[in-house]
């Protein structure tokens, strides 16, 4: 058995010796520690864009709820979604199946999600009921939700300012496109979900790293059946969440929330 392991690992090692030097030179790059590091031009794509840093990107990323409606171009969207297909997963099945919406489509979306949404008829493929959170969880999400509305003027008992705040997830917070984020249905799918997740980090990293704005949207799969029914995609398909995107409005800092974030040592135990 051993004997059988070693020989399939010098023949993986092999084969890939064999690829990296099939390699025209340019495309290879000694690494500090000597070794050989092949960037392919499918990985480095055709670089367009100027992209912020990776440091300035990640704290650049804040999620956008007001968005212009001048559409982002189209090739600049396909540069993000270029970006977001090097994503990892389990097994490198990327399970991700995307839907961008936009123009007239986007606008016909909107209106069926507001006519689902006044049925109260959910249609969720994944549960979430965010009142199961407690201690820490739970105040965090008790602050966010208090943040969030007083930065729109929506008092606390203003039950009806909150319901058309909520409602705005079905406009789209008014961004011209929505990505809508699918994923095939395979055992209790927790781990496909991690991948979608994964995903969606991606794609809101590269378009913040582009100075565009997105939202992550779980309100937006409450009504799953309306989504699959306006894209014609199948019932296998499952929905955990869309992301709308675009240029973020000149006034975005006005409903812009700068939320906080526990330090390091609060979430992480560092062994040796
Ligand atoms: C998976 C996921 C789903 C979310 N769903 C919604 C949503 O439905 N509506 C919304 O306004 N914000 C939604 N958010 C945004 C969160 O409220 C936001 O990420 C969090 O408060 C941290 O703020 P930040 O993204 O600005 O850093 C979602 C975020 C994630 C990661």
Known sequence: MLHLMLLYRAKIAAFQLQRRMAKPPS????????????????????????TLS?????????????????PVDPAQIREVLDDARWTPSNCNTQPWQVHIVSGAKRDEMAQALLGAASTGKLSLD??????????????????????YYSSLGVARDDTEGRRIASGRNFTF???????????????????????????????????????LGGVPQTVLGYFADTVRECLGVPDTMKLLFG??????????????????????????????
């Open 27 to 50: 495309e290879r790059k000694i690494r500090a520690d000597g070794r050989i590091a092949t960037l392919t031009k499918e990985h480095v794509g055709e670089c367009r864009t100027r």
């Open 54 to 70: 990776f440091h300035d990107t990640v704290r650049a990323r804040q999620s956008c709820r007001s968005f212009s409606p001048t």
């Open 126 to 147: 994944f549960s979430f009921d965010d009142k199961l959170f407690d201690g820490r969880y739970g105040e965090r999400r008790r602050e966010h939700g208090a943040l």
């Open 173 to 211: 917070f008014g961004a011209p496109h929505v990505a809508f984020l699918l994923m095939p249905s395979f055992g209790d799918n927790v781990r496909v979900a991690g991948d979608i997740v994964m995903f969606g980090q991606t794609f809101l990293l590269a378009l913040a790293a582009r100075g």
């Open 243 to 272: 992301i709308s995107f675009g240029h973020p409005a000149e006034d975005t800092h006005l409903t812009q929330v700068r939320t906080g974030r526990d330090e390091v040592d609060s979430f992480t135990k560092f062994h040796q």
